[in-house]
C-alpha cells in the first residue's frame, strides 16, 4: 500500500496499492465519501476553487509561522493551520497563488499540495489544531466495522507459525535456532539483554497511517488515546476516536495492520507485536479523498514528535507526487516541508522510519513514474522519467531509516524497492502470493486477521525493535537508537551479492532485535 499506499506500488499484491480510476470526476469522490459517512470535512462555497498550500518562512520557528501566515493572508489565502514548529502554515486560495506569495520577504517555498480543487477550505472543527491536546476534546467517533471489500481475512493465528518474528532472531534469515525462537515468542523479559514490560510501557512509538482500530483486542490495551489523533486534513484532531479508520475510505484498514506488527499484545490470541507492550500513538494521515497530502504528514509527525515518541512509522509515501522533483516549485515545496518536520522530529528524540516502496524500482537510478499526480480528476497518468534528484517522501530524506522486505527466506523481495546509499535495513515484508504462511499476518479492523505482504509490513518490524531499542536504552537519541539497529543487523550479516550483507538490497543487514 503505499507499500500498499502504504508504502508502495507496483507488482505487489497484497496489500495493493490504492488504484484510482483515471477518469475518476473529483465531485463523484466528494459525493460518494459523504453518503458513506460524512466524512468530507469540505461545504460547498459560492461556486469558486481551492487548493491547499504549504507556505514556509525562511524562519523555522513560531515567527516564522507568522510570517507566512501573514504573507499567505496578504495575497488572498485562508490559513487554516499553524506549524509553529517549522515556522510554515497551511492556507487555502485559488489557482495562481503560490507565485503570489514566493517572492515575499521571509517567505522561503511555497507549494501547492494538490492538483484538483476543492470547493471550499475545510470546515472548522471544534478542538482541532492543538498540538498540545489530548484525548477527551470531543464526542466519540464510531469504531471500524470491518475489513475493506477487497482484502480477505484469515482466521485467528493464535500467535502461531509467526515466521516474521522468528527471523527477527536470525540475522542471516536462514531460520533461528529453536532456542532463540522460543525465547523470542515468550516476549520481552523472557531472555538475557530483553526490556522489562515495565521498560517496554514507557516507550511511545508512532503509527501515522490510515488510522488503527483500537477497539481490536490486540491492541485495546496498545493504543494511547492521550497521544492519539488525526491529521487527515493537515489539522491535528484529538477528540476521541478520531484516530481510528474511516470505513468509507479505501484502504483504511493498513494502518490497523501495521499497529498489530509494532506492538500487538501477546496474550496468546491473534498475533504478537515486535514489541507488546509499547503504546501507540494511532495518527490517521488517510484523508476523506484517500490520500496522503503532505500537510497531513507535516502534522502527523509535528504530533507524534510533540508527543514524545521515539520512533515514526510511515508507511505510505506522500501525494500526489511519487517522485518530488527539486525543478518543480510545488514538489520543492513539499519536500522542504516534509523535510522540516522530519528534523524536528528527529531533534526531539524519534527515530522516523519509512517503507522503501513496492514499485520494485532502484532509488540510485533514474527511473520511471507513471502514476503521478494520482489525485488527478480525469485523465490518465502521463508517464514522468525521473532522475536521482527526486524523491519519495518521507522514505528518501536524509535521517530517515528506509526499510526493504524480504521473503521468509531471507531473500529481497521482488516488489521491494532498493539502492545502494538509498535503503537503511531490511526486513520481513513477505510474499503476496506466499498466503498466511508466507505473508506477514497481523491486525484487520473488527477484530480479524489479514495476511499482507510489503515493505510497508517490514518497517513497522523496524518500528517494533526501535521500540525494544528505547525500553533498553531511555536516555538515548535517535541517532545512537539507529545505530544500534544498524550495527546489530551488521553483526549477524556475511558479506557477498545476495547475501544480507549485500547493501544494496539490505542496507546494513537483515533486522535483529537489539538487546
Not at 502554515?89 to 506569495?101: D, E, M, R, T
Not at 491536546?133 to 471489500?149: E, F, L, N, P
Not at 484498514?253 to 504478537?272: F, L
Request: charge should be negative; include cysteine; aromatic fraction near 6%.
Amino acid at each position: 500500500m503505499a507499500q500498499a499506499h502504504p508504502a508502495g506500488s507496483g507488482p505487489v499484491q497484497v496489500p495493493p496499492r490504492r488504484t484510482r480510476g483515471p477518469v475518476r470526476a473529483l465531485l463523484a469522490m466528494l459525493l460518494t465519501a459523504l453518503v458513506v459517512g460524512g466524512a468530507v470535512p469540505y461545504v460547498a462555497g459560492p461556486g469558486r476553487e481551492y487548493f491547499s498550500y504549504l507556505v514556509l518562512a525562511e524562519r523555522q520557528d513560531a515567527s516564522g509561522a507568522a510570517r507566512a501566515g501573514a504573507e499567505a493572508r496578504a495575497a488572498g489565502g485562508q490559513v487554516v493551520q499553524e506549524y509553529p514548529q517549522i515556522g510554515a502554515v497551511l492556507a487555502y486560495a485559488a489557482g495562481g497563488f503560490a507565485a503570489k506569495v514566493r517572492d515575499r520577504p521571509g517567505v522561503a517555498a511555497v507549494g501547492a499540495t494538490r492538483t484538483s480543487p476543492v470547493p471550499s477550505p475545510p470546515r472548522p472543527l471544534d478542538g482541532a489544531g492543538d498540538f498540545g491536546a489530548g484525548a477527551g476534546a470531543g464526542g466519540d467517533r464510531a469504531g471500524s466495522d470491518g475489513a475493506d471489500d477487497a482484502t480477505p481475512t484469515v482466521a485467528d493465528p493464535g500467535e502461531r507459525d509467526a515466521w516474521n518474528l522468528a527471523m527477527l532472531g536470525s540475522g542471516s534469515g536462514g531460520g533461528p535456532s529453536a532456542d532463540t525462537t522460543a525465547t523470542l515468542l515468550r516476549g520481552p523479559g523472557a531472555g538475557p539483554g530483553a526490556p522489562s514490560a515495565d521498560a517496554l510501557r514507557r516507550v511511545l512509538v508512532a503509527v501515522l497511517d490510515s488510522g488503527v482500530d483500537d477497539t481490536h483486542p490486540d491492541l485495546r490495551a496498545a493504543v494511547d488515546p492521550k497521544s492519539s489523533a488525526s491529521c487527515a486534513d493537515g489539522r491535528p484532531d484529538a477528540r476521541t476516536g478520531a484516530w481510528r479508520p474511516d470505513p468509507g475510505v479505501g484502504e483504511s484498514g493498513h494502518g490497523t495492520h501495521v499497529a498489530g506488527i509494532v506492538g500487538a499484545a501477546r496474550d496468546g490470541h491473534g498475533v504478537s507485536g515486535v514489541a507488546p507492550g509499547a503504546r501507540i500513538a494511532a495518527v490517521r494521515l488517510l484523508g476523506p479523498l484517500g490520500q496522503y497530502y503532505a500537510e497531513n504528514i507535516v502534522c502527523g509527525m509535528l504530533w507524534a514528535a510533540d508527543h514524545g515518541a521515539k520512533a515514526i512509522n510511515n508507511s505510505y509515501f506522500a501525494d500526489p507526487w511519487k517522485y518530488n522533483c527539486p525543478e518543480d516549485g510545488d514538489q520543492a515545496a513539499l519536500t522542504a516541508a516534509v523535510a522540516r518536520a522530519v528534523d524536528y522530529a528527529r531533534r526531539k528524540g524519534a527515530v522516523v522510519v519509512a517503507s522503501a516502496g513496492n514499485d520494485g524500482q532502484d532509488l540510485g537510478a533514474a527511473r520511471t513514474d507513471d502514476r503521478s499526480p494520482n489525485d488527478r480528476s480525469s485523465g490518465p497518468a502521463r508517464t514522468r522519467y525521473v532522475g536521482t534528484e527526486c524523491v519519495r517522501l518521507p522514505g528518501e530524506l536524509p535521517g530517515v531509516v528506509t526499510v526493504t522486505a524480504v521473503n521468509r527466506d531471507g531473500h529481497p523481495s521482488a516488489y521491494s524497492n532498493f539502492g545502494r546509499g538509498k535503503v537503511s535495513l531490511a526486513a520481513p515484508g513477505g510474499d503476496p502470493d506466499g498466503g498466511p504462511q508466507g505473508a506477514v499476518v497481523s491486525d484487520w479492523p473488527g477484530g480479524q486477521y489479514a495476511a499482507l505482504a510489503g515493505t510497508s509490513m517490514a518497517a513497522a518490524h523496524v518500528t517494533g525493535a526501535v521500540a525494544v531499542a528505547a525500553a533498553l536504552h531511555p536516555d538515548w537519541d535517535s541517532d545512537r537508537l539507529a545505530t544500534l539497529l544498524a550495527t546489530t543487523a551488521a553483526a549477524a550479516c556475511p558479506p557477498g551479492p545476495y547475501a544480507c550483507g549485500d547493501r544494496q538490497y539490505y542496507g546494513a543487514g537483515t533486522l535483529a532485535l537489539p538487546h
